[in-house]
């Protein structure tokens, strides 16, 4: 595996569903980004974590929580979801300790909240 | 409130013609900016970075700043049809990250 990768790609889910998003990223970063994608909206950054730690949290709602076990993995985990939640959901990663340099994105996974 | 302005578009450019895309932006202590190129229905992807007033070149792309007038602008020489796509600009200042809507470019064959 080269890059950032993400895991689902798709995911439908319920509103009373509990789901996770997986991000991993193979190019030795050293910070990681949430972002979420919605349609005529533009990129809005959710969660930061340099060095495994949270830098920034963009009065996101609690019932997106995030998880950083190092510096190779991110998760978003997701419990109770509304139908304007439905968005892509794409991860990226940075090559310094400096947040918000050059970002490299993940594919991405496309949530939709029935 | 900070703001990234860019013009939603359809930008429509002839192949060979040189496309112009611009975004304005409100905070004047913003830092760094970039370019990001965004495919229908694939995740963005970095074609430029400019930090300091002026131009920078990077193959058929060129970025230019000017802090005095809070614009920044990508210009793409021979425009290809493999250049159509959405183009993201995006700004850094402080502690934040902010970025544009982006501007749909389409390369008429």
């Known amino acids: 595996e080269t890059g950032v990768t993400q895991t689902p790609r798709h995911l439908v889910m319920g509103m009373t569903n509990k789901k996770s998003l997986k991000c991993e990223q193979h190019l030795g970063h050293n910070a990681m980004y949430w972002y979420k994608q919605s349609a005529k909206k533009p990129l809005e950054l959710m969660f930061v974590?340099?060095?495994?730690?949270?830098?920034e949290n963009n009065s996101v709602p609690s019932r997106f929580s995030p998880e950083c076990p190092n510096s190779s993995h991110l998760f978003l985990h997701l419990h109770t979801l509304q139908p304007e939640d439905s968005a892509l959901y794409l991860c990226?990663?940075?090559?310094?300790?400096?947040?918000?340099?050059?970002?490299?994105f993940g594919p991405g996974t496309r949530l939709t909240v029935l | 409130q900070k703001e990234v302005e860019q013009n939603s578009g359809p930008l429509s450019v002839p192949e060979g013609a040189i496309a112009s895309l611009n975004c304005t932006y409100s905070?004047?202590?913003?830092?760094?900016f970039f370019w990001y190129r965004q495919y229908s229905g694939k995740s963005p992807e970095l074609i430029m970075s400019?930090?300091?007033?002026g131009d920078k070149e990077d193959g058929r792309f060129t970025a230019q700043l000017n802090k005095a007038s809070q614009y920044v602008s990508l210009l793409i020489r021979d425009s290809q049809p493999s250049d159509s796509a959405t183009y993201l600009c995006?700004?850094?200042?402080?502690?934040?990250?902010?970025f544009g809507k982006g501007t749909r470019l389409h390369i008429l064959p």
């Open positions: 400019i930090y300091s007033n």
């Open positions: 905070d004047r202590g913003s830092q760094s």
């Open positions: 995006a700004l850094v200042g402080g502690d934040k990250i902010i």
């Open positions: 990226a990663s940075s090559p310094t300790q400096r947040v918000y340099n050059e970002q490299f």
């Open positions: 974590y340099s060095l495994e730690e949270r830098v």
